[in-house]
């Protein structure tokens, strides 16, 4: 399932989805309900995901295909934020230099940053499938770390990415995270994919956080860094003044997408 099947959906359609994801079946009499429309029109819209083979109809309601959640949530979450996460890479680039050798992470606003990448004459270490395929659709010379392929982030993680990365020494370390709080730092729900991105910041000798605004506030599962392990901040939009305040009170430069 691609992208471009998720995009032109309407945003019920999208909630929909959203809630089959987390809940696994979801009934047309709820949706109705929250949604304030008519049972009729849940229905005609799960007709519709079911026939684009994203929902399974069962009574009252419909349920995911097992073999479609994890496609469909990498799709989800790639199309979110999508202009917010060009702008961030746009100013991403702006700091690498010709001659950098430059790591990204699995992230989707690390992905838009890929995309971009071959505008410079670098080297890049990538750590996702899709982070490998927009390089080489670039030309762009790359090393790809391998491991144990974890398919929610279509990513590489475990023992042997951690031990690849500490043999490594990227200029500039480029990630991103679920959430961020100036008390818990940039924290992610998935812990194999923590201690690779934890592996990956180590390894640079610049650490840049991307992070579009929706997850600032937010909090995760657990901690990928700290102020003390990162330089820059690139984000869309200006932060709450105290929270800037903290970042740049920790030496850390802040940027904000124009």
Known sequence: MSPELVAP???RQQDILRRALSDKVVRI???????GVHEMTVRRDIDLLCEQGKLLRVHGGAQLLDKSSEEL?????AGQNVEAKERIARAALALIQDGDTVALDASTTSLALARLLPARRVQAIACSLDAA??????GLPFLMVGGNF?????SFVGAFFMDTMQRLHPDRVFFSAKGYTADTGFTDPHLPEVGAK??????????VALLDSS??????????ATHADINTLITDTDLAPDVRGRLEDDDIQVIVAP
């Open 150 to 154: 974890h398919v929610p982030a279509r």
């Open 73 to 77: 949530s990498q799709s989800m979450r």
């Open 29 to 35: 009499k709820e949706l109705a309900a929250e949604f």
């Open 133 to 138: 395929n927009a390089l080489a659709a670039g």
């Open 198 to 207: 934890q592996a990956l910041i180590r390894s640079g000798s610049s650490v």
């Open 215 to 224: 997850k600032v506030g937010r909090r995760a599962l657990a901690t990928i």
């Open 9 to 11: 959906l309407l945003g």
